[in-house]
């Protein structure tokens, strides 16, 4: 049985279309914003996991079980990542929850991990949140957004670029990211000229883009999702502001150049994974032979993180043993000590669930592709 992703739009056809499919040998659990603003990013990160979960079932699965991955589209919504997790924990008895996507749609869910002891691998956010204090259930596959945030600004004061507005999400999210701008800020001895938030459901760029056209902005950090950065650097541009965008890595996707349309050259969108073209890390090269093999086309930053998390994953099924239950997989994946991904080493313990501190820079080159 080849893994199979179900994406569906409510619970009841959750329930509907898996009843009878008590078969599933070892069933994992998501759900992330398969369609809304962040669309594109949830599918490349989930095409991405794919690549390594379908290589694995092809071999015999994990200890002789296939991985059964049931999708459900929580349209960036958090009360409904909610309400899915809850389907996909408390009704479809799922081992592990997986790759979901977004900071505060990640923190509803919480309080079911923690009830059920249900742990979620590889949450596709940056969020500080989910890292201190060390949740239990929650191990973490990347670096956090403060890192990465505070990486962008002493980048740009190292280039000589003094003028910083930042513009961010008014949710956890958004708060993250500011607070990690604000250190590297701090230390490059700056202060934001514009420093706004704006609502997330409901956003009116053209106040605030006003207002770091008047300021003279240099360079604007939008620490914001898919769709809205698009819409905000379009306002930006008609508001007469040449400003360099960046971006945060959960932005690292071939989907969000493409919605950039002829924006999309020079802005900076920092990454928490190598290069993509980067054959030396062999997790690069492992993802783009069984990407080739698939006819997929090429691998973006976004597909890497969902391939990371699927490795995590998957070790940590392989480690619970032959009879995995929640419990062993929490005590597996706690107990995991330099794991080698290809190049990259991760590591837990009861006191840190980071797993990964990578982080860099890449630019949107004329190719429309990243380049570091």
Avoid at 125 to 153: C, D, S, W
């Amino acid at each position: 049985m080849n893994t199979t992703w179900k994406q569906w739009g409510t619970a009841t056809v959750l329930a509907a279309a898996l009843c009878g499919m008590g078969h599933a040998q070892l069933l994992i659990g998501q759900t992330a914003g398969y369609s809304g603003q962040v669309a594109a990013g949830v599918k490349e990160t989930s095409d991405g996991a794919k690549l390594f979960i379908d290589a694995v079932n092809a071999k015999g699965g994990v200890n002789g079980q296939k991985i059964e991955l049931v999708s459900m589209d929580d349209k960036f919504d958090p009360k409904l990542a909610a309400e899915n997790a809850r389907v996909l924990i408390e009704d479809k008895n799922v081992l592990a929850m997986f790759l979901t996507r977004g900071t505060p749609h990640t923190e509803a869910m919480i309080p079911l991990l923690d009830k059920h002891g249900v742990v979620l691998v590889g949450p596709s956010t940056g969020a500080m949140v989910l890292h201190q204090p060390v949740r239990k259930n929650i191990f973490n596959v990347r670096a956090t957004y403060q890192r990465e945030a505070e990486k962008a600004m002493t980048h740009l004061a190292s280039m000589g670029i003094t003028r910083i507005a930042v513009m961010y999400a008014d949710d956890s999210f958004g708060a993250d990211g500011v607070t990690g701008a604000q250190k590297g800020l701090a230390a490059s001895k700056l202060t934001a000229v514009v420093l706004e938030k704006f609502d997330r459901a409901k956003p009116d760029f053209a106040p605030i883009a006003a207002k770091v056209a008047k300021a003279q902005a240099q360079a604007v950090l939008m620490v914001a999702s898919g769709s809205a950065v698009v819409d905000a650097g379009t306002a930006l541009r008609a508001a007469g502001s040449g400003a360099q965008i960046v971006t945060l890595s959960n932005n690292a996707s071939g989907g969000f150049i493409k919605s950039l349309g002829p924006n999309a050259r020079g802005v900076i969108v920092t990454q928490v994974y190598p290069n993509e073209r980067a054959v030396t890390y062999g997790m690069v090269k492992e993802a783009q032979e069984l990407a080739k093999a698939k006819g997929v086309g090429d691998i973006s930053p976004a597909m890497l993180e969902g391939f990371a998390a699927a490795k995590v994953l998957v070790e940590g099924l392989k480690r619970a043993g032959p009879k995995p239950t929640r419990e062993k997989i929490q005590a597996a994946l706690e107990g995991i000590r330099k794991f080698d991904l290809g190049g990259l080493e991760l590591s837990y313990s009861p006191d840190d669930h980071t797993g990964l501190d990578f982080a860099d820079l890449s630019i949107i080159g004329t190719d429309g592709k990243f380049r570091r």
